[in-house]
């Protein structure tokens, strides 16, 4: 009965969140390539660089990334590294637009009962290589949380963490990475719900969070969120990736998917839309409409009603 009725309360919560208020409707989706190597099944992640991209498999798979010509959906190349993987799920540029690097986030837990996640920064490219690969710990600073989102800031080269819950939790990384102990993350603030991927825009302006129906457009470092859109339908669609001429790629699991192109608004918000209190903090945030808590509250009350009648005892 407790259960049930926590549940129950939480629904409000959950509708008021993740509704899409005043989302607008985007560009439908732009076929770009699909792709063609029979071994990508769950592309998780995604990253553009280069005249290329870059994937990942979801938990199953080993330690290797594909490389793949947008041209033709090819893979052009595999990178291996040593080591067993736990549940990689994301990936994310590293260094320098022509690194030809990109970290691999280990970062997936859903049954949440991880010490310890994992990052690893490898290189990418035509040709297959196998590579040692450096590698770090994280630890979450409040126990273990389930992951599908890698963030690395392009000015600073910093790591963001994106826990996957009804209510996102962006983390930061230590601004230097000891390769020799846990490396604690740090709370910065709340984000986009059930987020299962997220890139910086490359001048690193913005931020862009997933999930499997919309994505959130938000300032940085402020951290103000600007735009929320509808995304095209996909089958679990769990990648996103920012490329340097600025175009949208969203990935989604299955053999054989559609990479899409779609158009995101990547700008500043109107000054009208936040208020500054000199204090040097982020600004308050306007941009949430209230009337998707009102229909939350009601639809909650209904469902304590229902639930409560059909519990109460019968003569």
Do not use: C
Request: proline residues 8%; aromatic residues 6%; negative net charge.
């Amino acid at each position: 009965m407790r259960t049930l009725l926590g549940l129950v309360l939480a629904v409000p919560f959950a509708i008021g969140f993740l509704a899409p208020g005043a989302a607008v409707e985007p560009t439908p989706g732009e076929p770009v390539f699909a792709f063609t190597d029979p071994r990508i099944t769950e592309s998780s992640g995604l990253v553009a660089r280069g005249g290329l991209v870059v994937t990942v498999n979801d938990s199953g798979d080993g330690n290797r990334v594909f490389t793949v010509d947008p041209a033709t959906g090819d893979t052009v190349g595999t990178t291996r590294w040593p080591g067993e993987a736990r549940d990689i799920e994301a990936l994310a540029p590293a260094g320098a637009v022509d690194s030809g690097e990109v970290w691999v986030g280990d970062i997936g837990d859903n049954a949440r009962s991880r010490d310890r996640i994992a990052v690893t920064r490898v290189p990418f490219g035509r040709g297959d290589r196998e590579v040692d690969g450096a590698s770090y710990e994280l630890v979450y600073p409040d126990g273990p949380h389930d992951a599908e989102t890698l963030l690395a800031d392009p000015a600073t080269g910093r790591l963001y963490v994106v826990a996957k819950e009804l209510i996102g939790r962006l983390y930061a990384a230590p601004e230097r990475l000891d390769p020799d102990a846990p490396n604690e993350l740090t709370l910065v603030d709340d984000v986009l719900g059930i987020a299962t991927d997220g890139t910086f825009s490359p001048d690193g302006r913005h931020l862009v969070l997933r999930n499997y129906g919309q994505a959130a457009v938000y300032t940085w470092p402020e951290l103000q969120r600007v735009d929320q859109v509808d995304l095209p339908r996909q089958q679990m669609g769990e990648g996103i990736a920012v490329g340097e001429d600025g175009a949208v790629l969203l990935s989604a699991e299955g053999a054989g998917a559609e990479v899409l192109r779609v158009e995101l608004p990547l700008r500043d918000p109107p000054a009208t839309q936040h208020t500054d209190d000199g204090s040097g903090r982020a600004p308050v945030r306007l941009d949430r409409p209230v009337w998707p808590w009102a229909l939350g509250g009601v639809a909650g009350l209904v469902m304590v009603v229902v639930l409560v009648r059909a519990l109460r005892p019968r003569d």
